[in-house]
């Protein structure tokens, strides 16, 4: 039997738009049908809409304004009734917690919850959120996906929630998509066949730790004047970060990018791969690195240690600081088999425990287990 699934969506860009469309496409071609509310103002209407039924544009008040998010509820909860939706999936913070407000006044008892990122503690209201996530949480959901172990310990720390109704299940890429050939895109890029490239697949906003790989980029500038820095993305802090290169003096070894549709062409262009971020839930970016073969410098912190085995998948490196991130990056640069030696681990790894047919299938064993349940 068909069972109807809701997914409320707040705006998302980067990891989780990948991840939602390869969920939507996986769960479109079983027994579910998908329904859809994101906000307007969203991009992965157009994204999503092949793999969904029916898509609600929905008003996710950033201001946290009380009549909006009210406005909101009701509207859901409306569609949650008149479309006799069986399930309900929420996907991060403000999202989850229209969508399981929702849920409660519609009185749909299936609930699922994912929690793709770690909380943002100086956003606006954060302790409002969090505090409101916590008490929705435990009246509303059913059951809480969290894309990693340390996700999972850190709902622990202010939810309480039952550890048979918490789950990890990993984000899954196409695994086939990544082709060691970077074929003639280095020369249209503008940096020579024969120099070594660092590059990075980042949203440019502070918490992706952007300015310390600059500052990392500095400090090996002054050993090799033949590295080149790919950074691609775009952002808030695009500007200033251009700025910082050109103040550093090595905007000539920096070449931003810009947002890039296809990352699996791209990334054979790069022969280490680096994460410098402050938070990470789980980054899509280290799998696809990872999966294309490239050794990975990354930050501890988040979902990271949980793909990176330092020193046997990749390096780990503490968060913000550049003078480390440059040593583990040099010792790469110096150290070429050793390099490989880690990308081939790294994808060997991939390819085992994080496909995107892995995560689908956990998913609808979730659905299966919530609808099943009295």
Not at 244 to 271: K, M, N, T, W
Request: with cysteine; net charge neutral.
């Amino acid at each position: 039997m068909t069972a109807k699934v809701l997914h409320v969506i707040r705006p998302a860009q980067g990891g989780m738009k990948k991840h939602l469309e390869i969920l939507f496409q996986g769960l479109k071609e079983d027994r579910f049908d998908l329904y859809l509310a994101v906000p307007a103002s969203s991009d992965l209407s157009m994204v999503l809409r092949p793999f969904t039924r029916r898509t609600f544009m929905i008003q996710l008040d950033e201001d946290n304004n009380p009549l909006q998010n009210w406005r909101a509820i009701c509207y859901l909860a409306r569609i949650i009734s008149h479309e006799r939706i069986d399930l309900v999936h929420t996907h991060g913070v403000r999202a989850g917690i229209i969508g399981q407000a929702a849920a409660l006044l519609a009185r749909c008892r299936k609930v699922v919850a994912t929690i793709h990122n770690m909380h943002n503690t100086t956003l606006p209201f954060s302790t409002v959120l969090r505090t409101l996530q916590a008490s929705l949480m435990r009246m509303a959901v059913s059951h809480t996906i969290t894309v990693s172990e340390a996700l999972k310990r850190e709902l622990e720390t202010y939810i309480w929630l039952p550890q048979e109704k918490t789950t990890v299940i990993y984000n899954g890429i196409d695994t086939d998509l990544f082709l060691p050939d970077a074929g003639m895109l280095r020369t249209s890029i503008g940096i020579p066949e024969d120099v070594p490239v660092i590059g990075t697949v980042a949203r440019l906003e502070p918490t992706k730790g952007i300015k310390y790989l600059l500052e990392a980029a500095h400090h090996i500038d002054k050993k090799y004047d033949t590295v080149y820095f790919l950074i691609v993305g775009d952002g808030p802090d695009q500007d200033s970060l251009q700025q910082q290169a050109r103040i550093l003096g090595i905007e000539e070894r920096v070449i931003f990018y810009g947002f890039c549709h296809d990352i699996p062409s791209l990334l054979p262009v790069f022969d280490i791969a680096v994460i410098p971020s402050l938070r990470e839930g789980m980054s899509i970016f280290c799998l696809e690195a990872l999966a294309s073969g490239r050794p990975v410098v990354a930050s501890e912190v988040g979902g990271l240690p949980e793909i990176i085995r330092s020193g046997k998948t990749g390096l780990l490196v503490p968060p913000g600081d550049p003078e480390a991130l440059a040593e583990a990056l040099v010792f790469l640069l110096k150290n070429r088999e050793m390099a490989t030696s880690l990308g081939s681990k790294g994808k060997e790894m991939v390819v085992q425990y994080f496909t995107c047919s892995r995560m689908i299938e956990r998913t609808k064993e979730i659905y299966t287990k919530v609808l099943q349940e009295d």
